[in-house]
């Protein structure tokens, strides 16, 4: 796919892959297409757009004032709501080997194809689970018990907050990847974030690299505790955002 952009690591994240790292994302990219033959799973197959959209999006969210989370080093528990053909969590698990990542999607067909992945890579810090974020947010093993929960282009911001919250332990922080935003959403959100428990820490813009495209990433640290009434029942949270 692309070896070729070893200074735009270094520039943008202050870091580059090891040679077994840039292999698996080759690797994660060739599974990607042969997987897009049966399933509809990404419509970003030209290279340098998988590169830029995929793996440099995935992990420039997890990247602040461009410094990879700390605790993703250490060993965070992570989980990953909506993962869908993997992202960001696949890139993540690659990169942070010492964490723990759990890939959610509530489409079995596409966390078989995850599981392919996940063989074929020998990730062995990743796991799987076919669920809804609504559900596994009541779930006593897997409510409060995660460092670091992403989620990118599954739905508002606002459902967002409450798909992830419920899922930090305390101290912990979500990563809500979207395109454009503005300081009104941001405000909007607030209220929101503020009865999940938790508050806006930092909302960054940033650009691609390639393409210049404008991103945003809002963090949201869990301050508090979230009521027990959240998140709501499957669905709520789309239908009637707080
Ligand atoms: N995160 C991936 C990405 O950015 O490429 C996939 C995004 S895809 C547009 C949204 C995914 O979220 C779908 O695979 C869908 O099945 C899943 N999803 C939507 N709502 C969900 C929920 N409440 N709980 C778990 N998964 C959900």
Known sequence: MTNSLPEIWQ??????PTDSQQAQFQQLYELIL????????????EPQEFWEKHLWDSLR???PQ?????????GASVIDIGTGAGFPGVPVAIIAPNST??????T???ITFIEKILSELALTNAKTLVARAEEIGQQPEH???YDVA?????????ACAEYTLPLLKQGGLAVIYRGTWTDEETTALENAVNQLGGAVELVEKFTTPLTNSIRHCLYLRKVGTTSANFPRAVGVPSQKPL
């Open 34 to 45: 042969e997987g897009n033959r049966q399933l509809n799973l990404t419509r970003i197959t």
């Open 150 to 158: 992403l989620i990118r282009a599954v739905g508002t911001a606002s």
């Open 66 to 74: 461009q410094q990879f989370i700390p605790s993703l080093q250490v």
């Open 143 to 145: 409510r409060q018990k």
């Open 11 to 16: 520039q943008t994240l202050n870091w580059q």
């Open 108 to 110: 079995r067909k596409k």
């Open 101 to 106: 990542i759990t890939l959610v999607d509530s």
């Open 61 to 63: 969210g997890i990247a």
